[in-house]
């Protein structure tokens, strides 16, 4: 996972405990939507963490700052999405039985003290029923096309990043180094114009949620300025998709929570409590080092969460037109571009959905009878009660039997 300079946190992590980079796909691919879904029910402390140098960052007053942080772990979660436990916190609360497991809200039992990532929103759009069996029984394996998207993002995150490799020593140092590369990553896109893997982390309808932004651009030619999100998606084909209804969803939701980040004071105590982490936690010396390099000393978590909260006050919205790319993953050349207005009304909808089902407000649903294609490319066809009934046209689909259309993966 990388903390932000220019890019979100990216970290080599246990394969079995924590969730990838996400990653977004189209088709058989789109499974790679929830590969965030399968949680752990702990996560490992990371052990060391990268952190982009050479920058200044934002100040409450004096907004002189370029990018340049970005912190990586080789052990335990891997991005945003994943916060481990606060130092010398004790084990999570007693074992409950099995029965009240099961019924436990998916939210409570595979996000606690985590939040919902953005990729956990997307593939609920995507289908429930299939995240379901994901959180129960386990992701799929990524694919060829998979982990070529993500080393496509490697390359354009390294293109305006630099990173060093930062010793922390628990939750609260990783959770510090997330909020720096948001600071750095910010003071970059006021300055230079544009930033990338920008970590996000908010309070959404009652509930956290994280996430990590692909690109923001500032355009320079108009006269009030407001940051262009945009998503780049990598095919295998030289086609572009009929419709990519997840990608659009997955950016309108960014926004939602950039919007709300620059809008609303951060409520800091909501975030110590849920996440289990001393505010007054002394920093580890490299990280106290970098933050003062990086133009905002801080000794302690609190201290860097306030010089945040300064930074999104700074900030203007998002602008309302989102970008999605589409490069080809043969050579990297541009397919071609959607760009599309956000509704904010669309957003709010689909994210108190998705919730109903998170929390356990009722059982996940089905995709409707236009988009039953779907279970043929679900590995989880077989077992599906949709497709319990033989005379039911979902049921004469097999995965193994029908070849994978296009694929765009991030």
């Given at each position: 996972?990388?903390?932000?300079?220019?890019?979100?946190?990216?970290?080599?992590?246990?394969?079995?405990?924590?969730?990838?980079?996400?990653?977004?796909?189209?088709?058989?691919?789109?499974?790679?939507?929830?590969?965030?879904?399968?949680?752990?029910?702990?996560?490992?402390?990371?052990?060391?963490?990268?952190?982009?140098?050479?920058?200044?960052?934002?100040?409450?007053?004096?907004?002189?700052?370029?990018?340049?942080?970005?912190?990586?772990?080789?052990?335990?979660?891997?991005?945003?999405?994943?916060?481990?436990?606060?130092?010398?916190?004790?084990?999570?609360?007693?074992?409950?039985?099995?029965?009240?497991?099961?019924?436990?809200?998916?939210?409570?039992?595979?996000?606690?003290?985590?939040?919902?990532?953005?990729?956990?929103?997307?593939?609920?759009?995507?289908?429930?029923?299939?995240?379901?069996?994901?959180?129960?029984?386990?992701?799929?394996?990524?694919?060829?096309?998979?982990?070529?998207?993500?080393?496509?993002?490697?390359?354009?995150?390294?293109?305006?990043?630099?990173?060093?490799?930062?010793?922390?020593?628990?939750?609260?140092?990783?959770?510090?180094?997330?909020?720096?590369?948001?600071?750095?990553?910010?003071?970059?896109?006021?300055?230079?114009?544009?930033?990338?893997?920008?970590?996000?982390?908010?309070?959404?309808?009652?509930?956290?949620?994280?996430?990590?932004?692909?690109?923001?651009?500032?355009?320079?030619?108009?006269?009030?300025?407001?940051?262009?999100?945009?998503?780049?998606?990598?095919?295998?084909?030289?086609?572009?998709?009929?419709?990519?209804?997840?990608?659009?969803?997955?950016?309108?939701?960014?926004?939602?929570?950039?919007?709300?980040?620059?809008?609303?004071?951060?409520?800091?105590?909501?975030?110590?409590?849920?996440?289990?982490?001393?505010?007054?936690?002394?920093?580890?010396?490299?990280?106290?080092?970098?933050?003062?390099?990086?133009?905002?000393?801080s000794e302690t978590l609190s201290d860097v969460v306030r010089y945040f909260?300064?930074?999104?006050?700074?900030?203007?919205?998002?602008?309302?037109?989102?970008?999605?790319?589409?490069?080809?993953?043969?050579?990297?050349?541009?397919?071609?571009?959607?760009?599309?207005?956000?509704?904010?009304?669309?957003?709010?909808?689909?994210?108190?959905?998705?919730?109903?089902?998170?929390?356990?407000?009722?059982?996940?649903?089905?995709?409707?009878?236009?988009?039953?294609?779907?279970?043929?490319?679900?590995?989880?066809?077989?077992?599906?009660?949709?497709?319990?009934?033989?005379?039911?046209?979902?049921?004469?689909?097999?995965?193994?039997?029908?070849?994978?259309?296009?694929?765009?993966?991030?």
């Amino acid at each position: 996972m990388t903390t932000h300079s220019s890019s979100s946190p990216t970290t080599t992590n246990s394969e079995e405990k924590t969730a990838k980079i996400p990653i977004e796909i189209i088709s058989e691919e789109e499974m790679a939507l929830i590969e965030a879904a399968f949680a752990a029910a702990s996560a490992a402390m990371p052990a060391t963490s990268q952190l982009h140098r050479n920058s200044r960052s934002i100040r409450a007053i004096t907004l002189l700052s370029k990018r340049g942080l970005s912190a990586c772990t080789t052990t335990g979660p891997p991005d945003i999405e994943d916060s481990g436990r606060a130092c010398g916190s004790n084990s999570p609360s007693p074992q409950k039985s099995k029965r009240n497991r099961v019924m436990e809200p998916f939210l409570h039992r595979f996000r606690k003290g985590r939040g919902l990532s953005v990729t956990d929103l997307t593939g609920t759009e995507w289908c429930e029923k299939q995240t379901e069996f994901i959180l129960l029984f386990g992701k799929p394996k990524r694919t060829k096309a998979m982990k070529a998207g993500s080393a496509r993002h490697v390359v354009l995150e390294e293109e305006v990043i630099k990173r060093v490799k930062v010793q922390v020593e628990c939750a609260e140092d990783v959770w510090a180094l997330k909020f720096m590369n948001f600071i750095v990553g910010a003071n970059q896109l006021l300055f230079d114009g544009l930033t990338r893997e920008l970590p996000l982390i908010g309070f959404v309808e009652g509930v956290w949620m994280v996430g990590i932004i692909d690109e923001l651009r500032m355009p320079a030619s108009e006269s009030t300025r407001f940051p262009v999100l945009v998503d780049t998606k990598t095919r295998v084909q030289a086609t572009l998709p009929v419709k990519n209804l997840c990608g659009r969803y997955q950016l309108m939701c960014y926004k939602y929570m950039w919007d709300t980040l620059v809008a609303d004071k951060f409520p800091s105590q909501k975030f110590f409590d849920f996440f289990s982490l001393n505010p007054n936690h002394i920093l580890s010396p490299e990280i106290r080092d970098n933050t003062a390099k990086s133009g905002f000393p801080s000794e302690t978590l609190s201290d860097v969460v306030r010089y945040f909260g300064n930074s999104c006050s700074l900030l203007p919205q998002a602008h309302d037109q989102l970008l999605l790319r589409y490069e080809l993953q043969e050579d990297q050349s541009l397919l071609g571009e959607d760009e599309f207005a956000y509704d904010p009304d669309l957003v709010k909808d689909q994210i108190k959905s998705c919730l109903e089902f998170w929390l356990g407000k009722r059982e996940a649903s089905y995709p409707p009878m236009e988009e039953l294609w779907k279970c043929k490319f679900c590995k989880f066809a077989s077992v599906c009660p949709v497709n319990s009934d033989p005379n039911d046209s979902p049921s004469q689909t097999k995965s193994e039997h029908v070849p994978s259309p296009d694929l765009t993966s991030k």
